[in-house]
């Protein structure tokens, strides 16, 4: 998939941006704050996705605007498409001059990998983090997903309300055993959706983490749920969730909150069969971070049969020679925006095109 040409209009600190991308590497270079990464982000809007810098779709609008706009032309295997992304107070999207409900039917149209420094350190970070990473990829190849996850993450607040409130009304202690059903019904589906995607991904990040450590090293992926499960299959999953719940119950109204459950789960990633974020160096860090994010793209093109756009973030500088090399390779072929501040990085790429970005403006 190719974006052809973007506009930009009153996102962030660009006024008015029109660009017609090379097929291949962009390289969008400049000094801090000049909204290099403010066109990432505009990018990543058209899968349908939240930003990956704020969940406050306000926050994108120009200080001095009313709204913004951002509408691109891309091109699949099979035809050319416009999109378009509006905000106000909310987000709207059209797609071929149709507006959609909501932006989310861009997901299965358009697709995009964003890697920033933030993924840099997916590994060692908290598991909030990995939540929203397997979350996000989660969303570009299943529309359903989604909702799905809305659905569980409304019932636990619910639940947690309840929870709160059952300190002084102790009849409310009586629908709990409704809620935990449904809790552990829509949790179910979450996890599973989960797993099946961490084992398409681990066939992925392990062949990419070995290419970077030289056949050296292994990775494995692995689901750490907040409690058990004997295998993977849905109902087990529900059943075993189910009994947590019960189980935990008297601690959980102690403490006004759902402790178990796909909110609280967390991925784990091996090097060499030992837990990378308690004792991986460094570089096996990010070489894992790399492989999940190179992984989620190659997932989505074997899932849609699309290339996804990739949009790196400031994370060159941040890589030795190695790990750059690897990742140049691996983006061959494939349509990339990639953002830096120094020149010389630039000369290194091969670009196919370079923008020079100067207080939201581009320069060619
Ligand atoms: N809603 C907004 N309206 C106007 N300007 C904004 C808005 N949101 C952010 N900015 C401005 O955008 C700039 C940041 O842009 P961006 O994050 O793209 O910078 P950058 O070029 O990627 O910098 P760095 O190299 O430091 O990552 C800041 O100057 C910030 O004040
Ligand atoms: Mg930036």
Known sequence: MFINEIKI?????????????????????????????????????????????TSKDTELVNFESENAKISIEFETELRNNTASVFIDKKRQASLNGVLLTSPREL????????????????????????????????SQIDETYAKKLAYYNHLVNQKNALLKNAAVDSSLIDTFDVWDEKIAESGALVIKSRIDYLNMLENYASDIYSGISDKKEEMKISYAGSFRFENEDTACIKENFLKNLQKNRSNDLY????????????????????SARKFGSQGQQRSASLALKFGE??????????????????????LDLTRQNYILNKIKNKQVFITCCEKETVSRLCAGKVYRIENGNAVE
């Open 297 to 318: 793209a190659e997932i989505i093109k074997e899932i849609r049969g699309e290339d996804p756009v990739i949009l790196l973030d400031d994370v060159m500088s941040e």
């Open 255 to 274: 403490l006004k909150s759902t402790t178990c459950g796909p909110h609280r789960d967390d991925i784990e990633i091996f090097v060499k069969d030992i």
């Open 107 to 138: 997901i299965g149209k358009y697709y995009s990998v964003v890697f920033s420094p933030v993924h840099l350190s997916l590994i060692k970070d908290g598991p909030l983090n990995r939540r929203k990473f397997i979350d996000t990829a989660i």
């Open 9 to 53: 209009e009153n996102f962030r600190n660009i006024g008015f941006m029109g660009l017609f991308p090379d097929k291949g590497i962009n390289v969008i270079y400049g000094e801090n704050g000049q909204g290099k990464t403010n066109i990432l982000e505009g990018i990543w809007l058209f899968t349908g996705c939240k930003s990956f810098r």
